[in-house]
């Protein structure tokens, strides 16, 4: 049992040729299974997509297995958001095995997008591109999870008593044309629980809408510390700190986008 853990070990946390590998594998397939989780959820159940399922959950278990493995203290690892929200993800592929393929039960997988934030810190740690463009993919990833969050309760919470809602791209269209305002009036939800739900994301929704792509689309900071109050963000061509007025000795490469 020591073998495995330390072969385990060194392939999660290594740094050798075959660790960064195994890491780029596991990247992959995390990329995969978010963007298939998306997809699938438009498209009508098939033996095929549950053969997908079944297939992603064998290798989500022994994921979990492995990282349960060399977790210093499993319990407190069990009690990490990502890995309580794969346990939904891997019981929800594999509901239909003992239960009627209920859809909420397809749409709880949009869970594995917080997969993405791990996604993202490996990418971060490997490409120097990620690392520059830092803030603008994390406000786009923070969007694109919003949304599919806010379509998935839609979708959970119409798709039975809204004729108009017959399938995740209604949800998806609704709450798009609801965040950004537009609100065409073709599709609207049935029910108090409906119309509460709708509230909620004009009030809250939108103002978050607005200021995700806002982040997205702002001008790009850089980070740098002041050595004197300790101002991380400052501009690209910052020559003091806004905060203290310190001098600043930014590394450039003589031109910005």
Known sequence: MSEVRETLVQLYRGRDARARR??????????TTVMFFVVSSMMELTPLILAIDYTIAVVMIADFVALLIIAPRRW???????IIADLIVIASLLAPMFLENLAFL???????LLRSYHVLKELRDTFP???????????????????FFVTALVYVMQVDVNPKITNYVD??????????????????LQGSHGRLLAVLIMVVGVALFLRLVQTIFRPQKIRHECPVCGLQRHDPDAVHCKHCGEGLHIETDGAWD
């Open 106 to 112: 397809r749409v709880v997988r949009v869970l594995r």
């Open 76 to 82: 407190r690892h069990l009690l990490h958001p990502m």
């Open 171 to 188: 949800a998806l269209y609704f709450t798009v044309t609801t965040l950004t305002t537009t609100g065409f009036g073709d599709i609207t």
């Open 129 to 147: 591109f990620f690392r520059r463009h830092e803030d603008t993919i994390q406000s786009a990833l923070n969007l694109f999870v919003f949304v």
């Open 22 to 31: 195994f890491r780029y594998v596991v990247l992959a397939f995390d990329l």
